[in-house]
T-cell receptor, first 114, second 116 residues
Framework: NAGVTQTPKFRILKIGQSMTLQCTQD?????MYWYRQDPGMGLKLIYY???????DKGEVPNGYNVSRSTTEDFPLRLELAAPSQTSVYFC?????????????FGPGTRLLVL | AQKITQTQPGMFVQEKEAVTLDCTYD???????LFWYKQPSSGEMIFLIY??????QNATEGRYSLNFQKARKSANLVISASQLGDSAMYFC?????????????FGPGTRLSVLP
């Protein structure tokens, strides 16, 4: 199993450009998450999904969009990039068995908006 | 008000000793989950342990255990027999709700340094 994969690893965007951060998991997990981590801070939830076709906003959704057409893929779309979106983006998926949850993280995407 | 409080910005521990990292949380929900994560200097995020609000037993995972005191709203992480590789930032987090309307908040983190 590859686990959770993210592409690209690093990207520089100009203000106003758009891009899609890719996230794929091969563990058949229903729950998937997108977080951002600003320097020196903990993570903030952007969007999450509880299954294919079902997505919902987290704490900081403005400026982002997601889709979940398959169980495996959960892409994050940035429209009209702004410097405030400079951050490290982590995708994660969760395995839930009874009352036990285990999370798996991708390696992260470092985004710089200039 | 802060939902997750980690009062120790930095901690030192001697190799092979146990260490407790503090976490207190604030919620009025009955159903919630508590998480601990490790972030080494390489930047990756590693999930360590999970405790559900209805679980009466403290969660354990290898050298990690979560000291869950529901009435005190505390979820401290205990690392036994510290190793040099345990040096990292440690984040406590809480999820309120499960399906729709999830609220997921992280604490500010504690930087743990393990001394040889």
């Amino acid at each position: 199993n590859a686990g959770v994969t993210q592409t690209p690893k690093f990207r520089i965007l100009k203000i106003g450009q758009s891009m899609t951060l890719q996230c794929t998991q091969d563990m058949n997990h229903n729950y998937m998450y997108w977080y951002r981590q600003d320097p020196g801070m903990g993570l903030k939830l952007i969007y999450y999904s509880v299954g294919a076709g079902i997505t919902d906003k987290g704490e900081v959704p403005n400026g982002y969009n997601v889709s979940r057409s398959t169980t495996e893929d959960f892409p994050l779309r940035l429209e009209l990039a702004a410097p405030s979106q400079t951050s490290v983006y982590f995708c994660a998926s969760s395995s839930i068995t009874g009352t036990q949850e285990t999370q798996y993280f991708g390696p992260g995407t470092r985004l710089l908006v200039l | 008000a802060q939902k997750i409080t980690q009062t120790q910005p930095g901690m030192f521990v001697q190799e092979k000793e146990a260490v407790t990292l503090d976490c207190t949380y604030d919620t009025s929900d009955q159903s919630y989950g508590l998480f601990w994560y490790k972030q080494p200097s390489s930047g990756e995020m590693i999930f360590l342990i999970y405790q559900g609000s209805y679980d009466e037993q403290n969660a354990t995972e290898g050298r990690y255990s979560l000291n869950f005191q529901k009435a005190r709203k505390s979820a401290n992480l205990v690392i036994s027999a510290s190793q040099l590789g345990d040096s990292a930032m440690y984040f406590c987090a809480m999820r309120e709700g499960m399906n729709y309307g999830q609220n997921f908040v992280f604490g500010p983190g504690t930087r743990l340094s393990v001394l040889p």
